[in-house]
């Protein structure tokens, strides 16, 4: 499990560009002093190294689909056409924002959630997304198009402290829609618009700050005979950090893996982190590449210390924002009768991908393999369908009440029942102990 695949969808982990620029050329004229529409024009065309710089961004992007690519059809899209009729538009741009929404027009051709290009700001987002560094405090999400709703608020963040809510659609960023080239800076103010639920405008200032990064992988051991272990991506060290909090656990209490919200990540992590629960060399995927030869995926000893599949009964959470890694993880758990999957149906983006480095220093993400449950399962489009549906809603998320917790808790309860009184355990005594 060498195969250094990067799981991240577009929809959740890159930040669309604002509308595109208008492009437009103007016919030959007759020598004159300058004036105000020449002026227009001019602004209106890169200069030479903006041009060059696109057009050698332009080219990495469709060269690499044409070459590297899972699908040698490219789903059917005639992809000479595709560059006749977007590297103008990429060549032209003035500014990030209008050639990585181009880049993007050109890759929703492919329908392919993880077919994406990143602007060099973006991509240093993510790139700083553990460090300590400044923030606003606030999780998007996108709902489509550029509109994008606030799905998280940090506690003692600059956007807690300005009263921003969960469930605010953001309209500008200091006058203008959330875009590929926006960095936070501490201390320099920053004016945002939101449409709240009842379509009201609300405009607030604020003010971000350096913050340390929340932890990828965090316990919640609050509740008792249960322990709640929340993943935010699969990053390195997954597989050991889990580990070593299973070993912790008693044996007799139930896991809860939280995966909502999830992007996905290492291939190589997923893989570990089943290797808690399953035993070594069970085949768990099939991986067909470009040259179209299936290559089994078995499991591979990466648990930490834990030398046998964990014995705990496990239930995991997810939702539609849970993708890749984060689809193919409760998937194979799910299959081989491991695990109670509980939530919302998951959101069908699980073709194993890798990132290429651009010129400017954005990047490409591209999907290189596609991938089959052990089941004979294409999850792609499809998703996983929780064995539990639960929705969560605003109102929940603003009380604090979690209903799919509570169900992923009560079916792991069911679970002991059943098996207590098929052991013939008196039910009664097993519930006073719940």
């Known amino acids: 499990m060498t195969f250094p695949a990067s799981l991240f969808c577009k929809r959740t982990a890159v930040v669309a560009a604002v509308a595109m620029m208008a492009l437009w050329s103007a016919a030959p004229v007759a020598a004159r002093e300058p004036d105000a529409t020449a002026s227009a024009e001019a ?30 059809n490219l789903h059917g899209v005639d992809w000479r056409a595709a560059r006749e009729t977007y590297r103008p538009e990429a060549q032209a741009a003035l500014d990030d924002r209008a050639l990585y929404r181009t880049l993007g027009q ?15 700001a973006q991509a240093r987002r993510q790139d700083q997304a553990r460090t300590r560094r400044a923030v606003m405090g606030v999780m998007l999400a996108r709902l489509d198009g550029d509109a994008w709703r606030i799905d998280a608020v940090r506690a003692g963040s600059p956007a807690e402290e300005a009263g921003i809510q969960v469930g605010w659609v ?18 320099r103010p920053i004016t945002l618009t939101f449409l709240n639920e009842t379509a009201q405008t609300r405009t607030v200032t604020l003010i971000p700050r350096e913050m340390d990064p929340l932890p990828p992988f965090s316990v919640d051991a609050s509740r008792p005979g249960a322990v709640v272990l929340r993943i935010e991506g ?8 889990l580990g070593d909090r299973l070993a912790e656990i008693p044996a007799d209490s139930d896991v ?26 069970q085949p768990w995927a099939t991986r067909i590449a470009r040259g179209g030869r299936p290559v089994t995926l078995t499991i591979m000893p990466g648990c930490g210390d834990l030398e046998q599949p964990a014995p705990h009964d496990v239930a995991l959470l997810v939702d539609q924002y849970s993708r ?39 990047r490409l993400t591209l999907s290189r393999a596609d991938y089959i449950t052990a089941g004979g399962v294409r999850l792609e489009k499809r998703g996983v369908t929780p064995d539990v549906i639960v929705a969560r809603t605003l109102e929940d998320r603003r009380a604090g009440r979690d209903p799919m917790l509570d169900a992923a808790l009560e079916a792991l309860n069911r679970q002991e029942l059943a098996r207590a009184a098929s052991a013939g355990t008196p039910v009664v005594a097993m519930a006073e102990g719940l």
């Open 106 to 120: 050109m890759l929703d051709l492919l329908d392919d959630d993880h077919a994406a290009a990143i602007s060099p």
């Open 234 to 241: 699969f990053e390195a060290g997954l597989g050991r950090w």
């Open 43 to 72: 602004a209106s065309t890169p200069d030479r190294d903006r041009a060059r710089m696109n057009a050698r961004v332009f080219d990495t992007v469709w060269d690499t689909v044409r070459r590297r690519y899972y699908d040698p």
């Open 170 to 187: 953001l309209q500008t960023v200091d006058g203008q829609a959330w875009g590929v080239d926006f960095d936070v800076e501490a201390g």
């Open 324 to 362: 890749s890694a984060a689809e193919l993880t409760p998937a194979a758990l799910q299959e081989a009768g491991r695990a109670v999957v509980v939530g919302e149906h998951t959101g069908g983006s699980v073709l194993i991908s890798q990132d290429t480095r651009l010129p400017d220093g954005g």
């Open 256 to 281: 809860v893996i939280d995966l909502r919200g999830n992007p996905g990540g290492l291939l190589l992590e997923a893989d570990a982190a089943l290797s808690c629960f399953l035993p070594a060399r």
